[in-house]
């Protein structure tokens, strides 16, 4: 919409506007550091997600494997429920629905993170319980014999050990969850996709626009992946493995 | 060491979960337009990432005469008037059509925008309006839109005819999609039409039965003060110099 003086764009102040380039290039050139600032937000929403959902699925996994068969079942209810609810239907239930009947008003950035960790949640839950389960039963057994409690035995001998185990499945969940953070721009959160669009409608140059998004997000995932990978290899202790 | 280092980093990532949600609570009450940056030229985002457009101009002279903050919200066309209602935004300044269906919802502001629909085909197509709804045709238009709502009762409901109507995101993808052939032509507003025109190898065919209709501005049934002075700040708008200089920047270029 007219270029405005003063203001030089990305492209020119790099190439200047004498060298040309195809107008796609351009584009891209041009939208990367507004693409950029929004991969910051994707990123805000996407640890902050996992660190919400590790918060509440931690206790979880200890409940559902060492809680009381009532705890047990809530637990399963409440997993199922949020492993059930599509993405986008639980955004907008809570935005629009629960947000409005309580007349709380969170932003939509704030919302993102919390459904999203909800979810999260559920699933990280089931991670960590694959993860104690796998332990050697004989532990927690040995743990008592030492005098010590159920809580503390969980707390420093179960727990510890799980935690480093289910570093794998994290960055299962960390891929999953970059991706679906996508799907927040349906309330307004200007994570990648959202400015990828708006940036696409403006100079119709979808193709190399969602293109350098593709890219955008590979690069996010082997970011998040190789930390993991890093911090399971730096928490491991050398020569022992729980079997 | 190494479990409490863990925990320390738990907590850092759990206060910086706090701290991000009361910033986001803590932001100072102004006004929020909810816009759909998909809609050039009335709403979309500038290369610096701002909301820009001739509504957006709009709004922000409105809300500089009538002495109110104004903060732009790009967000989803589907969820703008839920939106609305559920006060997460405040107004929609983004190329709304004002609808009998729509005013049972929401109020609207004085009309400031005549529009026609019409039909958007290939460049180098040599075909009528008539000639490309024809059955077994595929036509493409934004989903949510008061075209699309027109098109699917009087054409293919009451109408009979008989080709299919696919519905997109936004009127830029089902642009796309005239450009790669996959329908034969879009139904949209005039203004983003001639905007597409100018940017694709596209051309308007003409208009295809459906009647004007007129932009507003939409706000909450409950806010009729805020309405009053939206009007009020509109009638001086179009008055002034500033309009006759938002159309040529944006509409006529």
């Known amino acids: ?243 | 060491m190494r479990r409490k280092r863990i925990w320390g980093v738990v907590l850092v990532l759990s206060a910086l979960l706090i701290l991000s949600a009361t910033f986001a609570m803590a932001e100072e009450k102004v006004y929020i337009n909810g816009i759909d940056a998909n809609f050039p030229p009335f709403a979309f985002v500038d290369k610096s990432g701002n909301p820009d457009g001739f509504d957006v101009k709009s709004l922000d002279w409105i809300a500089k005469e009538m002495k109110f903050k104004v903060k732009h919200q790009p967000m989803d066309w589907d969820g703008i008037i839920p939106s609305l209602k559920a006060k997460k935004i405040d107004i929609v300044a983004s190329g709304m059509s004002i609808t009998d269906e729509r005013k049972k919802e929401v109020n609207f502001s004085t009309s400031y925008w005549k529009i026609k629909q019409v039909l958007v085909g290939k460049k180098d197509a040599k075909i009528t309006p008539e000639q490309a709804m024809i059955d077994g045709n595929k036509i493409g238009v934004q989903r949510g839109t008061t075209e699309a709502k027109w098109i699917d009762e009087n054409l293919l409901k009451k109408g009979g005819k008989k080709f299919e109507l696919i519905q997109y995101d936004s009127a830029p993808l089902a642009i796309e999609d005239v450009v790669n052939g996959r329908i034969i032509a879009a139904a949209m507003d005039d203004a983003p039409a001639l905007d597409a025109a100018k940017k694709k190898p596209v051309k308007i065919l003409g208009g295809f039965g459906m009647a004007d209709e007129q932009f507003g501005y939409a706000i909450r049934k409950d806010d009729a003060e805020f309405l009053k002075k939206v009007n009020e700040g509109l009638k001086k708008l179009m008055k002034s110099p500033y309009w006759a200089e938002l159309k040529k920047t944006y509409i006529d270029k």
């Open chain 1, 1 to 243: 919409m007219g270029t405005r003086c003063g203001i030089m764009s990305p492209y020119s102040r790099l190439f200047g506007d004498h060298v040309r380039m195809p107008e796609s290039l351009i584009a891209v050139i041009d939208a990367l550091p507004y693409l950029l600032q929004g991969s910051m937000v994707t990123l805000v929403v996407v640890v902050g997600a996992m660190a919400f959902g590790f918060a509440l699925g931690a206790p979880l996994a200890v409940g559902q494997v060492y809680g009381h068969p009532a705890l047990r079942r809530f637990i399963t209810i409440y997993v199922w429920f949020f492993r059930g609810i599509p993405l986008l239907v639980f955004l907008f239930l809570f935005y629009f629905g629960l947000c409005s009947a309580l007349d709380i008003n969170l932003s939509a950035f704030t919302v993102a993170i919390i459904v999203l960790g909800l979810i999260s949640s559920a699933y990280q839950s089931q991670i960590f319980r694959g993860a104690i389960l796998s332990l050697p039963e004989g532990q927690l057994k040995a743990a008592r014999a030492l005098g010590m409690s159920d809580f503390k035995a969980i707390l420093f001998i179960i727990f510890p050990q799980a935690l480093r185990l289910s570093i794998p499945g994290w960055s299962n969940e960390y891929s999953i969850l970059l991706k679906d953070s996508a799907v927040t721009y349906a309330l307004g959160v200007a994570e990648i996709m959202a400015r990828t669009h708006f940036v696409a409608t403006r100079t119709y140059q979808h193709l190399p626009l969602y293109f350098a998004a593709g890219v955008i997000f590979l690069v996010l995932t082997w970011v998040g992946t190789k930390a993991l990978r890093l911090l399971e290899e730096k928490t491991r202790i050398p020569g022992y493995s729980p079997h």
